[in-house]
């Protein structure tokens, strides 16, 4: 009897505690659903719709009814002329990307970093942060407006200073299309890719500048001792998730640049999905070719993760 | 020696990042309101010459460009709404540390980061959802960035701290009330970054315009920049500059003083509201980025 009673009461003790937490909880998820049900119909709906590459695509069923046809679509791809060129130039962009526009927000962060005027620091700072907010269109307008053979700025300073040969078209020549691309990139996006290595540097403690001086470290000697180790596990993490998104060359970019002058080298696996996709209706050829860049692009984010991990202890998962 | 050497240096390449950055940013100005044959000819490096608005009449001539600056406005204002009304709260549940479905859900939202469906499968989505041609996917579409989320529930977990969650259930707050008089207003910081961060995403959206939109009135900016900027089609107001062509274009020799106004006139709202809320950046990107 008193046993019951005791279970009894432990039971509603229970219960109540689990009743609070669920309404508690409940609340909770309330706030996270619209959420959920976001990212679960528009993320996670056309992962679902990722079958379509497998499937011959019909009008009348929608994304998922066709009949399957296995590989057909990759093979299709695999064995277009296409293939070769889309692929090569996506990775030429992207590894070109990488090896000159990764290292350059870190110079800049390390250069931010070394000024000592509070005031020059923040004109610097503000200024290079500005290009960022420029859309991608009126970027590529720039670009032409500022490299046309004729009338450009840029063009005719490079030129007048014998950089550049007097025959050359920035904007149209196959051969300028991948420094045109990369250079606008940086200069775009290299102060806003800063902020994060700025302020991995303003958390080192100045213990170890102290230390630094005492053992009789130059400047150069800090940056490489003390400051680069500092902001090491940001680099690894950053290049780790820009190795994801290798072959995730910017599409507004390059469909706003690309035309018939340069399109051997501008065509990239992205743009190319959406020219046979979207605009020729070839929906499940575009999946397939699609899925393919996506696959690719994982692998490498795992593969780079992986090394990181081995080699030292960083790792993204 | 080595350090004045590394002073010197410092100081080389910060005064050439800031030129190679401002010069082509204050050139489109005074481009914008010279004489466009002198800009062509490189007279115009300092000071504009011969200044005028012309370029400037012409877009306020041209109801394309009003069109598309409305449309932009809607979808920016409702979109960014939209978008914090998703982000915030969201962010808030997932910063809960006993709220255990988080370990579940965090990861399957970062794995859209990396992977997704593709182009083909979210544009048929989209199509099947019967969200093309309307305003409702330049709203709807992209409504929560995970990226965005992160920093927000970082900023959560690791700025308002727990005992003041605990204290306030113990005066019988719920957690809507709590989200909403206690951690919103201790969370301007990282709304003013998330929100800069929407607003000019929605601004410059380009991409889901192209695919999604084909109607002409519903157009955002962009897209209207596009084709003057970059297709080179003629101003639909005829711009009677006397030197025109035929109806409906404008002369070449002005196209490219138009086309400095434009970038200008399209740009500015967006670098407007960046000072305002730049003292917040490096605070609300160190935090979500780091831990990314």
Partial sequence: ???????????????????????????????????????????????????????????????TGGDWVGFKYFEQYFNSPMFWPTLRNTFVIAFVSILFGFPMPILLALVVNSIRSNKRKRVLQTTVYMPYFISTVVLVALLQIMLSPTTGLIDG?????????????LIGDPGSFVPVYVISAIWQTCG???????????????????????????????????EIPAILPTIIILLIMNMGNILSVGFEKTFLMQNSLNKSVSEVISTYVFNVGVKSNQFSFGSAVGLFNTVINFMFLILANSLAKKSSNISLM | ????????????VSIAAFLMVAYPLYFIIIASVSNSTMVSQGKVILWPKDINFYGYEQIFKDTRIWQGYFNTIVYTVLGTILNLLVTLPAAYALAHRKFKARRVIMPLFVFTMYFGGGMIPTYLLIRDLHLLNTPWVMIINGAISVFNLIIT??????????????????????????????????????ISVITLYYMVGHWNDFFNALLYINTDSLQPLQIILRNILLSNQAFAGGAGSG??????????????????????????????IYPFIQKYFEKGVMIGAVKG
């Fill in chain 2, 153 to 190: 529930r970082t900023f959560f977990e690791s700025s308002i701290p727990e005992e003041l969650y605990e204290a306030a259930t113990l005066d019988g707050c719920s957690h809507f009330r709590y989200f909403i008089s206690v951690v919103i207003p201790l969370s301007k910081a990282v």
């Fill in chain 1, 1 to 63: 009897m008193k046993q019951a009673q005791l279970n009894g009461s432990q039971h509603t003790l229970q219960g109540k505690s689990w009743l609070q937490k669920l309404g508690g909880q409940y609340q909770l998820w309330i706030m996270v659903l619209p959420a959920i049900i976001y990212i679960a119909i528009f993320c996670y709906g056309p992962m679902y719709g990722i079958q379509l590459a497998f499937r011959d695509f019909d009008f009348s069923k929608g994304l």
């Fill in chain 1, 192 to 226: 806003w890719n800063s902020i994060i290595f700025i302020a991995a540097l303003s958390s080192v403690d100045s213990q170890l500048y102290d230390a630094a001086r005492i053992d009789g470290a130059n400047r150069w000697q800090t940056v490489w001792h003390v």
């Fill in chain 1, 157 to 169: 300073l490079l030129k007048t200073l014998h950089l550049l040969p007097a025959d050359t078209n």
């Fill in chain 2, 243 to 272: 030197a025109g062509a035929g109806a409906g274009s404008y002369a070449q020799q002005f196209a490219d003083q138009i086309k400095y106004a434009v970038i200008i006139v399209s740009t500015v709202p967006v670098l407007m």
């Fill in chain 2, 1 to 12: 020696m080595a350090d004045r050497l590394y002073t010197l240096i410092v100081v080389l």
